[in-house]
């Protein structure tokens, strides 16, 4: 596993339990972390993790832009992932 896949990975396990943490805050009536934070998350290579936490813990799915704008950030994800696996990407959109 190389740097960049580590990086990927930490930072899906670390909006994994932050998700985790605003679940338990929720249900203590505690001060929550913005949905801000997730969204900026799950922009920047961590949807998956986010996803995985919205299943696990039953948390913000009702809320569209979760529902609908985390798989929609995974799949940006995926592609960002794919460029950075294959760096000699310079002529992978000359067809488009």
Request: net charge positive; aromatic share 16%; charged share 15%.
């Amino acid at each position: 596993m190389d740097g960049w896949e580590m990086m990927i990975l930490a930072l899906n396990l670390f909006s994994f339990c932050l998700f985790g943490l605003d679940k338990w805050k929720a249900q203590k009536g505690m001060w929550r972390i913005p949905e801000k934070t997730f969204l900026l998350l799950g922009a920047f290579m961590g949807a998956a993790g986010i996803l995985l936490g919205m299943k696990v813990f039953r948390h913000k799915t009702r809320h569209s832009l979760f529902t609908f704008g985390m798989p929609l950030l995974l799949v940006l994800n995926m592609l960002c992932y794919y460029l950075i696996l294959n760096q000699n990407t310079a002529g992978a959109f000359r067809g488009w």
